[in-house]
């Protein structure tokens, strides 16, 4: 039950504070009085699409705060708890929610923020607003599916369908995780089994390792000889050739060319 709307800077409202008792309240006035306004307001706190609009003029936001008793109501505690809203007091349960000129909102339950979504959700479950063209409830799949099972005095069917179909689904979830995991290993499988066969080809022995390394310092050696070859003079390269014949030929040049006298 509403025990108590909070208004302020909504529309034409600077700020309003509205208690409502038990039983059957009513809010009478002129045409133009506001009616619709606190109406609109109350729309707003429970989910409806707000804009800057409705922003007083003059104001930065608008507020809409309500209080509700949820005494008796386990459906609710269940949902709030469900929704992670803690509840301290049943007989106590403040739905908040602003709005600021640049058109963002924000929701509030007991104090904790939560989403749009989330508030309409537990603000159905705590208000039913009936007008000439509206009524939220019966515009909800959820409340026409728990409607149609109340009038069938199906409740608790329908309650354990949904828990068997909740079994279902998480039984198809772990079966999908499962192929998933099959097809990562067969996968992984195929990987192993072409590294093998590539070292099979490859057909190394068991000092493979040492013999690539002493044929590798081999290479090395060579190519060291050959830089130094091609830096050196004729005489030094035939120093480092490998037979007479290749020392000869570096050597014959310089033989045969005239002697350079040396200065006294």
């Known amino acids: 039950m509403l025990t108590e709307l909070r208004i302020r800077n909504f529309a034409i409202i600077d700020a309003l504070t509205l208690p409502l008792a038990a039983g059957f309240n009513v809010l009478t006035g002129e045409t133009g009085a506001g009616k619709s306004i606190i109406v609109g307001a109350l729309g707003f706190l429970l989910g409806e699409r707000g804009t800057a609009d409705l922003i007083r003029t003059g104001a930065e936001k608008a507020s809409v705060e309500g209080i509700f008793d949820a005494s008796g109501d386990d459906d609710l505690i269940a949902l709030l708890d469900a929704r992670g809203v803690d509840v301290d007091d049943p007989t106590t349960i403040v739905l908040r929610r602003e709005i600021v000129s640049s058109g963002r ?44 099972d109340a009038f069938g005095s199906a409740t608790a069917v329908a309650a354990r369908v949904r828990e068997a179909h909740e079994s279902v689904l998480g039984l198809a979830r772990e079966m999908q995780s499962l192929k998933t995991r099959k097809a990562d290993a067969e996968r992984r499988a195929d990987y192993l089994r072409h590294l093998v066969a590539e070292i099979d080809e490859a057909q190394l022995r068991a000092d493979e390792s040492l013999r690539r390394g002493r044929a590798g310092d081999r290479r090395d050696h060579g190519r060291i000889h050959r830089d130094r070859r091609r830096d050196r003079g004729p005489v030094d390269r035939a120093a480092i050739c490998v037979t007479n014949r290749e020392a000869a030929d570096h050597i014959e040049p310089w033989r045969r060319a005239p002697r350079q006298r040396r200065p006294d």
């Not at 924000?106 to 208000?127: D, F, K, M, P």
């Open 105 to 148: 909102t924000r929701a509030w339950i007991n104090s904790a923020t939560t989403t749009a979504a989330v508030l309409a959700e537990v603000g159905r479950a705590l208000v039913s607003l009936h007008g000439q063209h509206e009524a939220q409830t019966l515009l909800d799949e959820e409340s026409q599916r728990a409607i149609l």
